[in-house]
């Protein structure tokens, strides 16, 4: 089982940054993908999920509006698009996997994901 995050960078205060999340080795469709972020001296925080399954979505208060995730199941690939970048977005970004398995569908990524990512960094510069 593989997710890898690509997509990072260095980009001004203001700027956009699609970041994408490769998946492998699970059945897409039966887990819910979610983006997290940590930045330094700061919890891990998750910032927007989306189902394998139906395409439903999170977002978490601080992105709403600015960032959307979407996936195509055919490439088992879940991006993260994010507008309107502000320094404070700077973080460490990660994606998780969690079986989809409880009447919510974010339950998993928030207890316990299955899998994760190695991270990728994204720094916006003021």
């Known amino acids: 089982v593989q997710l890898v995050e690509s997509g990072g960078a260095l980009v001004p205060a203001g700027g956009s940054l699609r970041l994408s999340c490769l998946a492998s080795?699970?059945?897409?469709?039966?887990?819910?993908i979610g983006w997290f972020r940590q930045a330094p001296g700061k919890e891990r925080e998750g910032v927007s999920y989306i189902s394998g399954s139906d395409g439903d979505t999170y977002y978490a208060d601080s992105v709403k509006g600015r960032f959307t995730i979407s996936s195509d199941n055919a490439k088992n690939t879940v991006y993260l698009q994010m507008a309107s970048l502000k320094p404070e977005d700077t973080a460490v970004y990660y994606c998780?996997?969690?079986?989809?398995?409880?009447?919510?569908?974010?339950?998993?990524?928030?207890?316990?994901?299955?899998?994760w990512g190695q991270g990728t960094q994204v720094t916006v510069s003021s």
């Open positions: 080795g699970f059945a897409f469709h039966e887990y819910a």
């Open positions: 998780a996997a969690a079986m989809i398995a409880y009447s919510s569908p974010w339950y998993g990524l928030r207890v316990a994901p299955d899998y």
